[in-house]
């Protein structure tokens, strides 16, 4: 809930044309099939055929045409991109080796991200890829009344990452045809935009997003744009082996927009920006259960489960989020509520209502509309995101530890898994945990009910 989504990405000194496109990679989408489903009980499903795509960040973007670089480690070649618009047209992105470069691999009904790979000429730190339709659209998903079923595989992930699989509404082709200055869209993973409204965003609406840019001070491979990309997210899972959560985030625009200034609640003006940038979060340790999710727990992460979400709504009204696991072939019920005060165990109007009452967090999610404005967004359609990402600005405290860390861990709300407060330093888990990775497997989409036998 206090993502900030920080690339890591590749200082490679090899060509490629940022908002264009460069010839140097050839394109090669790894595929990945998943499944639609009917009736009841997870019996009758279809196999689609779709593939993957990487985020434009990831990829080496360099003058058109030639080999030098527009982009190095977290600045912007000046001359070529004396301006956003102008580096957009002076720059092209390449294809992608997926294995090789970025540690990604699909194969069959699974994609497994890995979080450090090195390279011929860089080290790469996590990735964020897209589910693919066609060559050159995303697949858009309408999760009013449906489930949206996965299996996941967190044993390889410690304190401090986060394989995140969830939803945001950005457009079908990557805003190739609403913004000329984009030649490169969804085929090359353009578009991008969350709840954070993230600044870290290298090509945007067309342009580069070099203006004002500032080098990270504890990143080597991103910084922070003028404009940022703002669009509602649907946290379907942001997990590690300790903690999980799943979370809502309205905003009061639609699709992706770019935003300057106070829309883009930057630092104190948190609660001014157009997103809830907080969320709703459902996180079981949180909610008081410390003993359901975690090694050797109900929820045992040492090994691979399936994770079931239902939006309980119709139209573009969404009434509840709810969670079911399964697990050695047993359905296992989320967790309830154990904190007085708040009850239940899924997201609704009301549970958010208590969550953020009980805990005194300003309700930046109510502000923003909440589950009704959600509803509304996941009726426009939404693109899956798969990533794992470790976190440069709270070190993802606020998922797997005590938070705020001056805090009393059994004060309600502040403790949020078993994680050290020291844990999670990018350059610990970078150093120590390279081959941390993920695996989501085993896809499946359709009506309530349709994607799993409840055992
Ligand atoms: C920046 O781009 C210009 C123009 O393409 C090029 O001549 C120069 O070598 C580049 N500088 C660096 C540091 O790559």
Known sequence: MYKKLALASLSLFGAARAQQVGKETTETHPKMTWKQCTGTGGTSCTSKSGSITLDSNWRWAHVTGGYTNCYTDNTWNTTSCADGATCAKNCAIEGADY?????ITAGSDALTLKFVTKGSYSTNIGSRTYLMASDTKYQMFN???????FDVDVSKLPCGLNGALYFVEMAEDGGLSKYSGNKAGAKYGTGYCDAQCPHDIKWLNGEANSDGWVPSDNDKNAGSGKY?????????WEANSISTAYTPHPCSVSGQTRCTGTDCGDANERYNGVCDKDGCDFNSYRMGVKDFYGPGMTIDTTKKFTVVTQFIGSGSSLSDIKRFYVQNGKTIANSESTIPGVTG??????????QKTVFGDTSSFKAKGGLNAMGASLARGHVLVMSLWDDHAVNMLWLDSTYPTDKDPSTP????GTCATDSGKPEDVESKSPDAAVVYSNIRFGPIGSTFTAL
């Open 345 to 354: 165990s899924s997201i609704t109007e009301e549970f958010c209502n208590q």
């Open 413 to 416: 709300g502040v403790g949020r």
């Open 99 to 103: 294995s090789g470069t970025y540690g």
């Open 143 to 149: 999760l009013i009344g449906k489930e949206f079923t």
């Open 228 to 236: 940022g990309s703002c669009c509602p997210e649907m946290d379907i």
